[in-house]
Structures are given as C-alpha cells and as structure tokens.
C-alpha cells in the first residue's frame, strides 16, 4: 500500500514499525510503514508524536483535507530527493520570462485539450447539444499559444473552464449546477468537484516528491504562497480525464446518494458515507491499469518526470494527452 485514506473519525498510534489505525467503532487495522508514502486525513484523527516520528523516519507525508476537499496542512518528511541542479534549473526557468511561458501554455493546453476530449467523448455518443460548446472552447484553445503573459494565459483558461462548465446540464441535468463556487460549496456537484480536486493535488504532490522537482517552484500558478503550486500546474492537465470523469459517472449511473452530503446554509459538505464511497471509487481510478496501460498515478509520475527531463535539456516537455 502506497497511500492510506483516513476517512472516519479515528485515532492513529504505532506499534514498533507499524502504524495501528484505531477507528471510533469497529476492529483495528494495522498498516506496514514499509512501503507506505502518503498518509491523507479526510476526517477527523488524533496523530502523537511517536507517528510522526515513525512517519519521518519512514519518509511518509502525512496530509489534511478539510470537509471540502481543500489541503489544509501536511507534515513533511525530512530530507527529499530534491537535487540543486534540478532546483537552480527549475528556478532559472521560474525567473526566465519565456521559458515560464513554455511551461504555463503547455500545462493550460493539456488541461484544455482534456476538456475538450470529455465534451467530445459525450457527443459522440449521440448528444449534439455539446456542439455549441466545443464550438466556443476551440478559437479559444487557438489562442493558447498567442498568449504572451501568465495573467492573460489564465483568462483564456477561465473562459474555457466557464463554457465548460455551462454545457455539463447538457450532458445531464443534474449536472447543473450553477456558478462554480469553492469556499465553501453550495451543492453536492461543486462539493464533488472541490472534493476530487483536492485529492488530485495531493497525489500529484506525492508523485511529484518521487523526483527531482521542487513543488514550490511553479510557472503557471503563483509560487508566492505558501503552498505546493508546481501541483496546481500539473493537476490541471489530470482534473478533466479524473476528477470531472469520476463526477460524470458517478450521476449518470445513479450512484449519488442524498446521504452523502450534509447541506446546511448554503454549505454542502460531504458526509462520512460521501467520503468512504467516494474514495472507493477515486482509488480504482487513479490506481487500477486498464488493459496493461499504466495507472493514473503512475502516469502522473511519468509527467513530473518528463517536465524534469526538459530542464535538463533532454526532451521538451509536452503534456499527457487522453484518447477518446
């Protein structure tokens, strides 16, 4: 086991090289540090001190989602196999104008020619409605390559995003779901949206640390804050083909349930159920090969490595692509 999901209220102790996960109801489970490389709290969860201290030694981060998805904080191993070259590569890239420009268009392309790969998948199984949109989305992806500051390369993605998100009613009707809206949400499908977001960038920031990479260098997003922003710049090309996928099938095979979600005050927060079932079905997407090709999470890896093979010179960056 590579990731463990902490989805219910419990409480985490170790026992010599084991961590022992000691829920409010039912039997304990005892998880191996061997092997183990991100640990991510989804509920609530007391952590001591000897834990943390196996976790370190053991090079485990440990990360916290808050009720909607959003990473609150994380605790870091120490040490990294983060190198200086690749730093003083990734930073003179960060600092260089165009080269910041090479890596922010590829990563808005990557996120858009996915979206626009789910809106094609969608109407080529007979839905002629999406027309319209992709009608809107492509001028728009022609544009990428124009663009010429980070700022008016994000316009260009948010307008993308917008046409996007209007045409999910087509796709479906209870797919509708209004103005996007973050902090909080105010519906199960922008609940679910914050929600799988958030995990895509904690596994990107996980695979990300199986590199050479510094995750707080980015191109696209600000690396002024205090955050892990190089997997902002990566999730985006991966949200459309997972997130947005897992949200598609999930409604249109009637899976979601009204007890998955507490709604209170405009506030719509998954419950217990929502994040137990949820994560189910979030790790068989992003860990299962389907017909020998290689996982998401794997791919993900192999994206962050191909972005530390262009600072080297070696190859040019060109991000993951999804087939129909």
């Given at each position: 086991m590579e990731t463990l999901y902490l989805t219910k209220d419990v409480k985490l102790v170790r026992e010599h090289s084991t961590l022992v996960v000691i829920p409010s109801e039912g039997p304990r489970r005892r998880v191996p540090i061997e092997g183990l490389r991100n640990v991510i709290v989804a509920g609530e969860a007391q952590l001591t001190t000897a834990v943390l201290g196996l976790c370190g030694r053991g090079a485990v981060r440990v990360t916290i989602l808050d009720w909607h998805g959003n990473v609150v904080g994380s605790f870091e191993p120490k040490g990294s196999p983060a190198a200086g070259k690749i730093r003083l590569l990734q930073a003179a890239a960060h600092l260089d104008p165009a080269r910041r420009m090479e890596f922010a268009r590829a990563f808005v392309m990557g996120a858009a020619r996915n979206i626009k790969v789910n809106?094609?998948?969608?109407?080529?199984?007979?839905?002629?409605?999406?027309?319209?949109?992709?009608?809107?989305?492509?001028?728009?992806?022609?544009?990428?390559?124009?663009?010429?500051?980070?700022?008016?390369?994000?316009?260009?993605?948010?307008?993308?995003?917008?046409?996007?998100?209007?045409?999910?009613?087509?796709?479906?009707?209870?797919?509708?779901?209004?103005?996007?809206?973050?902090?909080?949400?105010?519906?199960?499908?922008?609940?679910?949206?914050s929600w799988f977001n958030?995990?895509?960038?904690?596994?990107?920031?996980?695979?990300?640390?199986?590199?050479h990479l510094d995750d707080c260098i980015s191109f696209l997003h600000s690396s002024q804050e205090a955050r892990a922003s190089l997997a902002l710049d990566l999730s985006e090309v991966f949200k459309p083909a997972i997130c947005d996928t897992l949200i598609f099938e999930a409604v249109l095979r009637e899976q979601i349930k009204p007890e998955w979600f507490h709604q209170e005050d405009q506030v719509c927060r998954l419950s217990e159920l929502g994040r137990g079932s949820t994560l189910e079905s979030w790790v068989r997407k992003t860990e299962e090969r389907v017909q020998g090709e290689p996982s998401f999470r794997e791919v993900i890896r192999q994206e962050a490595l191909a972005l530390e093979r262009d600072l080297l010179g070696i190859k040019e960056y060109r991000p993951w692509r999804r087939k129909i």
């Amino acid at each position: 086991m590579e990731t463990l999901y902490l989805t219910k209220d419990v409480k985490l102790v170790r026992e010599h090289s084991t961590l022992v996960v000691i829920p409010s109801e039912g039997p304990r489970r005892r998880v191996p540090i061997e092997g183990l490389r991100n640990v991510i709290v989804a509920g609530e969860a007391q952590l001591t001190t000897a834990v943390l201290g196996l976790c370190g030694r053991g090079a485990v981060r440990v990360t916290i989602l808050d009720w909607h998805g959003n990473v609150v904080g994380s605790f870091e191993p120490k040490g990294s196999p983060a190198a200086g070259k690749i730093r003083l590569l990734q930073a003179a890239a960060h600092l260089d104008p165009a080269r910041r420009m090479e890596f922010a268009r590829a990563f808005v392309m990557g996120a858009a020619r996915n979206i626009k790969v789910n809106l094609k998948y969608r109407a080529y199984r007979g839905n002629r409605d999406l027309e319209r949109s992709l009608s809107l989305i492509d001028p728009l992806i022609a544009r990428i390559p124009q663009m010429e500051t980070v700022e008016s390369l994000m316009g260009i993605e948010g307008q993308i995003r917008a046409f996007y998100y209007d045409a999910w009613g087509m796709i479906d009707h209870r797919l509708d779901f209004g103005a996007r809206r973050r902090r909080p949400p105010n519906n199960p499908i922008n609940c679910l949206i914050s929600w799988f977001n958030g995990l895509a960038y904690a596994l990107v920031r996980n695979e990300i640390a199986k590199t050479h990479l510094d995750d707080c260098i980015s191109f696209l997003h600000s690396s002024q804050e205090a955050r892990a922003s190089l997997a902002l710049d990566l999730s985006e090309v991966f949200k459309p083909a997972i997130c947005d996928t897992l949200i598609f099938e999930a409604v249109l095979r009637e899976q979601i349930k009204p007890e998955w979600f507490h709604q209170e005050d405009q506030v719509c927060r998954l419950s217990e159920l929502g994040r137990g079932s949820t994560l189910e079905s979030w790790v068989r997407k992003t860990e299962e090969r389907v017909q020998g090709e290689p996982s998401f999470r794997e791919v993900i890896r192999q994206e962050a490595l191909a972005l530390e093979r262009d600072l080297l010179g070696i190859k040019e960056y060109r991000p993951w692509r999804r087939k129909i």
